[in-house]
């Protein structure tokens, strides 16, 4: 873990907590130093005040988040900037969390177990869902059938990983339409057979023999439990 922040005092109160709670902690107090310790070492959290001589706290945020060595390191921003502007900024930038000086150490050592906490329970959820020869990709919002990709659009995507992470549960229209459609005005039931034949198309080899979206006639649509 490393405490970047020009003001030695800032640093000893936060390396000193980060310590009491068994982190190891480095420190940088310009963001050229601390760019250069990052890339050389292997660090997995950052405290970076956004108020630093050289390269701003903004801009190093920035840089870390387009390089893929250092995109995924969690930060939290710490500064005195606390105009709410500022705050969406920093968020935006691709801070994980943003903290005001004067703050509470305690607090702070509470948002960076929250922020570590988060990030193990994302690790842990699987980002990809296989089904028979299907691959659904949730980051990337995207599917292949047997390696080949396969063009869905939003509302389709939603639908068919609505349907594959219920396997063995049978949906009515009107329960996929409050579940995909949601508040979206002037949806027709029959707005979900539409979709489901389309997609269909993309994902069955021989969609009037599906494989993977059934039908339970006069009930609704589901994906088997055993696919």
Partial sequence: MMVIDDEPDIVELVSYNLKKEGFDVASA???????????RGNFDFLILDLMLPGIQGMELCRILRNDPKTAHIPIIMLT??????????G?????????TKPFSPRELI??????????????????????????????TYSVSKKNVPVMLSSTEF????????????IFSRDQLLDAVW???????????????????TQVEDDPSEPKYIKTRRGIGYYVEADI
Avoid: W
């Fill in 29 to 39: 107090a310009d963001g050229e130093e601390a760019l250069s310790m990052i890339r």
């Fill in 80 to 89: 005195a900037k606390g105009e709410e502007v500022d705050r969406i900024l």
């Fill in 91 to 99: 968020l935006e930038t691709g801070a994980d969390d943003y903290m």
């Fill in 110 to 139: 509470a948002r960076v177990k929250a922020v570590l906490r988060r990030l193990s329970e994302k690790a842990e959820t699987p980002q990809v869902v296989r089904i028979g020869d299907l691959e659904i990709n949730k980051e």
């Fill in 158 to 169: 939603k639908l068919l990983l609505y349907l594959v992470e219920r396997k063995g549960k």
């Fill in 182 to 200: 949601k508040d979206e005005a002037f949806v027709e039931p029959r707005t979900v057979d539409v979709h489901i034949r389309r997609l269909r």
